[in-house]
């Protein structure tokens, strides 16, 4: 008989890295790692009453909503002082043949991410982690015409952001 964190780990912690991109997308790189640590202290400790069989969209619910409470935390905390890093265009990349081969497209595409609704960006980054259309009506306690509506628009609004970013445009016209 396997025991309760045999089965949390079985269920739930082969979905970290997603956790983790979910975090980095909603409040950035700086906090993700303490978001995620503290999602997962949450899911453990409610694994008991987990009934679903998805152990992704069930995680990365509770990512979503421990990352919305650090950040308003966090706010309360420190008002509206700039942070520089937050606001810097600077990237920290570890590999430098990386850099080189998508720079300009990564800057873009972050760029045009943080310019998003709250919303769009939950709904974009929920889909990159290949949640379904149920899954993210589920996570978002919203109905599945909401999820797909919401998902459409936020298409358009990153498509239209892509296409009036000028590093974007150079990108696509360079051979």
């Known amino acids: 008989m396997s025991s309760t964190s045999d089965r949390f780990d079985d269920v739930v912690l ?5 956790a983790h991109r979910l975090a980095r997308w909603l409040i950035g790189d700086d906090d993700a790692d303490d978001v995620v ?19 992704r969209a069930w995680l990365l619910t509770i990512v979503r909503n421990t990352a919305r409470g650090w950040y308003a935390r966090k706010q309360r905390a420190v008002g509206d002082v700039f942070n520089e890093e ?42 990159l982690e290949e949640l379904s259309y149920q899954q993210m009506a589920d996570a978002l306690r919203v109905p ?18 892509l296409s009036l970013d000028p590093s974007h445009q150079s990108h696509q016209a360079a051979p």
């Open 14 to 18: 082969q979905h970290t890295q997603a």
């Open 86 to 127: 937050l606001h810097s265009d600077a990237q920290v990349v570890a590999d430098p043949e990386t850099l080189l081969l998508h720079a300009d497209a990564i800057m873009s595409l972050e760029h045009a991410m943080s310019a998003l609704p709250d919303r769009s960006r939950e709904l974009l980054v929920m889909r």
């Open 144 to 161: 599945i015409g909401t999820v797909m509506s919401g998902l459409s628009r936020a298409r358009r609004t990153l498509r239209r952001a």
């Open 37 to 55: 640590q503290e999602a997962l202290l949450r899911a453990f400790r409610y694994f008991p009453t987990f009934s679903g069989t998805d152990g």
